[in-house]
């Protein structure tokens, strides 16, 4: 069973709503990633965190999407809008290093529908 | 930039016979790592296994790969398919100096069936 520990398991959200994500890495794991499983299957990166600094994010997430990892805190993902388009299947993954060979362990993922 | 391609995206296959799923690569770098995450319905997905050695032969839980960089490969083998298999499976790749996070390849789902 997983260790990274992704809460809801679901999200069910009408368009313009705001939607937040929650993510516990594994412990001991200083490197948090989200990821975006579209209805393809195909895995869109999103975010990753080391600590609590950004280490690298995509365009989208610059404009309607926000993330955090606060010392102490579940790491959190929150789409300030949601469009029908961001329905998906968003995974939260740690790593024990940023290291370019660092194993990712996943979470079961929150899926969120947006109606 | 870097990028993972998996031609198949859907592969059928009657229990007992081998297993194939390609995976190619492209990076600048010169030193990929390269992996193969499976992901079975309603669970997390996990790795399978992975590799940066040139020629070198990984292999666990009966499943095998080897990284070619001459080819720019890395196919995911097994040598007998089992129902259990079924499965989506994705190639990764991850290269020093190509940013900061692994890029996955758009997945394969393996339907093995008796």
């Known amino acids: 069973n997983s260790k990274v520990i992704q809460t809801p398991r679901y999200l069910v959200k009408g368009q313009g709503q705001k939607a937040k994500m929650r993510c516990i890495p594994e412990k001991g794991h200083p490197v948090v990633f989200w990821y975006q499983q579209n209805k393809n299957n195909e895995f869109k990166f999103l975010i990753n965190?080391?600590?609590?600094?950004?280490?690298?994010q995509i365009d989208m997430t610059e404009k309607r999407f926000s993330a955090e990892c606060p010392s102490n805190s579940p790491c959190s993902l929150e789409i300030q809008s949601s469009e029908a388009g961001d329905s998906a299947l968003y995974l939260c993954?740690?790593?024990?290093?940023?290291?370019?060979?660092?194993?990712?362990?996943f979470g079961a993922g929150t899926r969120l529908s947006v109606l | 930039g870097d990028s993972v391609t998996q031609t198949e995206g859907l592969v059928t296959l009657t229990e007992g016979l081998p297993v194939m799923l390609n995976c190619t690569y492209q990076?600048?770098?010169?030193?990929?790592?390269l992996f193969w995450y499976v992901h079975y319905l309603n669970e997390s997905p996990r790795l399978l296994l992975k590799s940066s050695t040139d020629n070198k032969r990984t292999e666990h839980q009966g499943f095998h790969a080897t990284l070619h960089k001459s080819s720019s490969s890395f196919h995911l083998q097994k040598s007998s398919a089992q129902l259990s298999d079924s499965a989506l499976y994705y190639c990764?790749?991850?290269?020093?100096?190509?940013?900061?996070?692994?890029?996955f390849g758009t997945g394969t789902k393996l339907q093995v069936v008796p």
């Open positions: 993954a740690s790593s024990l290093s940023r290291d370019w060979g660092g194993t990712l362990y």
């Open positions: 965190f080391q600590n609590q600094e950004v280490l690298q």
């Open positions: 990076t600048i770098y010169s030193n990929p790592f």
């Open positions: 990764a790749l991850s290269a020093r100096n190509s940013g900061t996070y692994q890029r």
